[in-house]
């Protein structure tokens, strides 16, 4: 006689994106800006005053358990006129295998927002390309500085008012 192995767990077997989005409205309901949809992509908007209970709620809850931060990066929307930046978190459950994106709002006139490197240490080094690219200022990072471009070089290359033939010499 065979043996079958039969597993039951009380977690789903992971949560469709607008799910996800819909515990954040609930959890954090004046942080949420705007949930969008684009092309089956979720993205929860939010503001970056609480960035960090968002996150850790979203890496340390156990039937979210998004522990993997696949990239962080930054979009740099010159023309807006209330926000200029928005720094992207794309998050992934490797239990679950569900996957978020967070787009925290960063103004252009204060380009700070808390590092996320005590959730996941491999923030490290995508924060420094995000600050040494745009400009934005990780507060808590324990070592930001340019990764990218030399330490004395002027600007952020990433930034869509930055000269596309480069600085001028």
């Given at each position: ?113 808390s590092s996320v490197v005590p959730i996941w240490a491999g923030a ?46």
């Amino acid at each position: 006689m065979a043996v079958t192995e039969v597993r039951i767990s009380i977690f789903p077997a992971g949560l469709n994106p607008k799910d996800i989005a819909e515990k954040i409205k609930e959890k954090f309901p004046e942080q949420v800006v705007d949930v969008a949809e684009f092309r089956d992509q979720v993205s929860v908007i939010v503001k970056k005053e609480q960035i960090i209970p968002i996150l850790k709620y979203l890496h340390d809850e156990p039937f979210l358990s998004l522990d993997h931060l696949q990239d962080l990066t930054a979009v740099d929307y010159l023309k807006k006129k209330d926000v200029r930046f928005e720094v992207v978190y794309n998050l992934y459950s490797t239990r679950f295998r569900h996957h978020i994106r967070i787009r925290a709002q960063v103004p252009e006139n204060d380009t700070k927002i808390s590092s996320v490197v005590p959730i996941w240490a491999g923030a490290d080094w995508h924060e420094r390309e995000c600050y040494d690219m745009f400009g934005v200022v990780f507060d808590g990072h324990p070592d930001l500085r340019r990764i990218l471009m030399p330490e004395d070089w002027e600007g952020h290359p990433l930034r869509k008012d930055y000269p596309l033939q480069g600085p001028e010499l």
